[in-house]
C-alpha cells in the first residue's frame, strides 16, 4: 500500500521507496506530514493523478477527506467515471465536521489587457457552502494594492455574481507586466477564504489600428465613428472606393489613400 498526501498537488511520501518500516513507526511519521500548509485543495486531480500516474495501475484507491474542494481541473464525477472504466474500486472516507464552510471562486473575467485611467469591470462568480449568515468580502488588489473592495451579505448558492470595478492609476510600484489577486472571505472567521489570481497588462499607449473597406458602406461609417470615440485607439482609414471626404472626415488618413473621388486603390 502507498501512502500519498494531497493539496495543490499530490505529494507521495519517501517511505515509498524505502523498505518496509514498523507501522508505529510509519504512522509516526504520515502524522508529522499532516501540516495542512497547503493554500488549495485539488481533491479530483489528486484522485486522477493517482489512478493514472506511475505507470503502474493502483488496484485500488482510498481517499480520506472532508470533501473540500477549491481548485483543479478535474471534476469528480468525471474521475470517478474514470475509475469504473478502469475497474479500479474507488472509496471515500468522510472526516471532519458534517457542515463545511466552504468559499470557492469559480470564474473571475478580466481582460488580458487593461489600461491607465481607463475603467475596468471585473465580473466575479462564486459558489457558498455551510455559511448561514455573515458578510463577505471581496477584494481586487493590482500588483499588491487594494484598488476595489466591498461587503455582500452572505448567500447560499453554487452560482453567485458581483461585479467590482476600478480604474488603474500610474504609480512607482506598477509595472507593464502585473499580478490582479482576487479574493474572498468571510469576515467573522478569517480561515474561510478563497482567492485567485490573473496575471495582466497595463499599459498606457494607444492600440494602432488600420481600417481597409472598400466602399463607405453603413458598417465602416459606424466602425469610423466607433473607434474615433474610443481614446485607447488610434485610428487611420483607408477607403478604396469613394469620396476621399469620407477619410479626411475622420481625421486621420492612410498616405495611401487614393485621391478624392477615385473609384481605385492606387497602388
Aim: charge should be positive.
Amino acid at each position: 500500500m502507498r501512502t500519498v498526501l494531497f493539496g495543490e498537488r499530490l505529494r507521495r511520501l519517501a517511505e515509498d521507496s524505502a523498505a518496509p518500516r514498523d507501522e508505529a513507526k510509519r504512522l509516526k511519521d504520515l502524522a508529522a506530514e499532516l501540516q495542512g500548509t497547503d493554500s488549495k485543495t485539488a481533491l479530483a486531480d489528486a484522485i486522477s493523478e493517482s489512478v493514472s500516474g506511475g505507470g503502474a495501475i493502483a488496484g485500488a484507491v482510498v481517499v480520506v477527506t472532508d470533501g473540500g474542494e477549491n481548485a483543479g481541473q478535474e471534476r469528480l464525477s468525471a474521475v470517478a467515471l474514470r475509475c469504473g472504466e478502469k475497474e479500479i474500486p474507488l472509496y471515500i472516507y468522510g472526516v471532519g465536521v458534517t457542515e463545511r464552510k466552504d468559499l470557492h471562486l469559480k470564474e473571475v473575467d478580466v481582460a488580458p489587457t487593461l489600461f491607465f485611467e481607463d475603467h475596468v469591470s471585473v465580473p466575479i462568480r462564486w459558489r457558498c457552502r455551510g455559511i448561514d449568515s455573515g458578510t463577505l468580502e471581496l477584494t481586487l488588489a493590482l500588483a499588491g494594492q487594494v484598488v476595489a473592495q466591498r461587503d455582500v451579505p452572505v448567500r447560499a448558492g453554487e452560482d453567485i455574481r458581483e461585479t467590482l470595478s476600478f480604474v488603474p492609476k500610474k504609480s512607482a510600484g506598477l509595472t507593464e507586466r502585473a499580478d490582479l489577486t482576487v479574493s474572498i472571505r468571510l469576515k467573522d472567521d478569517s480561515t474561510v477564504a478563497h482567492k485567485l489570481l490573473r496575471r495582466v497588462r497595463v499599459v498606457d499607449q494607444k492600440i494602432k489600428v488600420l481600417y481597409v473597406e472598400n466602399t463607405p458602406r453603413w458598417e465602416y461609417k459606424y466602425l469610423q465613428s466607433t473607434l474615433l470615440r474610443d481614446r485607447r485607439v488610434e485610428a487611420s482609414f483607408l477607403l478604396a472606393a469613394g469620396d476621399r471626404t469620407l477619410s479626411v472626415r475622420a481625421g486621420r488618413t492612410c498616405p495611401r489613400c487614393p485621391p478624392a473621388k477615385s473609384s481605385s486603390l492606387s497602388t
